[in-house]
């Protein structure tokens, strides 16, 4: 991961590069762990009660944003929130963006139904493991049916094997013709 070094002597020039570096150094590893669920998934919280959900986490098209709670509805929304800061040459710039996902309605609504939730690599591993067991289980299960088909096979082809060679008469008690 991306570093910066502050420890120098003679004072750090702290200039919008820096903060730049600093940012896309926090976003970029962020935005590869998001990918590891896909596209939209709830990653904690957002516990749904019926009618409200608590706050949390999510991805929304790879980006994790903060959930606020509010009144249930079907949909959910990206909203931001934009914060104007006067500079040093007096004009006011929009420069700091809260972004965060609620229940709400517009053209990106995402279906709150659709949204997995994702459970913790703890929970998968377990669930791994127990899919492993069961399968194995399996596995001794249709061996032992194997083995006694086998053996039956070889019950009846012991049975019939002197009509398949040719050699066995058959007497029936009807006259032939």
């Given at each position: 991961?991306?570093?910066?070094?502050f420890?120098h002597?003679?004072?750090?020039?702290?200039?919008?590069?820096?903060?730049?570096?600093?940012?896309?150094?926090?976003?970029?590893?962020?935005?590869?762990?998001?990918?590891?669920g896909?596209?939209?998934?709830?990653?904690c919280?957002?516990l749904?009660?019926?009618?409200?959900?608590?706050d949390?986490?999510?991805?929304?098209?790879?980006?994790?944003?903060?959930?606020?709670?509010?009144?249930?509805?079907?949909?959910i929304?990206?909203?931001?929130?934009?914060?104007?800061?006067?500079?040093?040459?007096?004009?006011?710039?929009?420069?700091?963006?809260?972004?965060?996902?609620?229940?709400?309605?517009?053209?990106?609504?995402?279906?709150?139904?659709?949204?997995?939730?994702?459970?913790?690599l703890?929970?998968?591993k377990?669930r791994?493991?127990?899919?492993?067991?069961?399968?194995?289980?399996?596995?001794q299960?249709?061996?032992?049916?194997?083995?006694?088909?086998s053996?039956?096979?070889?019950t009846?082809?012991?049975?019939?094997?002197?009509?398949?060679t040719?050699?066995?008469?058959?007497?029936?008690?009807?006259?032939?013709?």
């Amino acid at each position: 991961m991306n570093k910066i070094d502050f420890s120098h002597p003679g004072g750090f020039p702290l200039e919008t590069d820096t903060l730049d570096f600093l940012q896309n150094s926090l976003a970029k590893p962020l935005q590869a762990l998001a990918q590891l669920g896909g596209d939209n998934y709830i990653l904690c919280g957002v516990l749904d009660d019926g009618f409200r959900a608590s706050d949390g986490w999510v991805v929304i098209n790879g980006e994790i944003l903060p959930f606020k709670s509010a009144l249930k509805q079907s949909t959910i929304v990206v909203l931001e929130d934009s914060k104007n800061v006067f500079f040093e040459n007096g004009k006011s710039r929009s420069v700091y963006h809260d972004r965060y996902v609620t229940f709400g309605t517009g053209l990106q609504a995402i279906n709150f139904a659709s949204l997995p939730r994702i459970s913790d690599l703890q929970q998968q591993k377990k669930r791994a493991q127990e899919m492993t067991a069961a399968h194995d289980s399996h596995k001794q299960d249709l061996k032992k049916v194997i083995d006694l088909m086998s053996t039956e096979i070889s019950t009846l082809q012991a049975k019939v094997a002197p009509f398949t060679t040719g050699g066995g008469m058959v007497l029936w008690q009807k006259p032939a013709n």
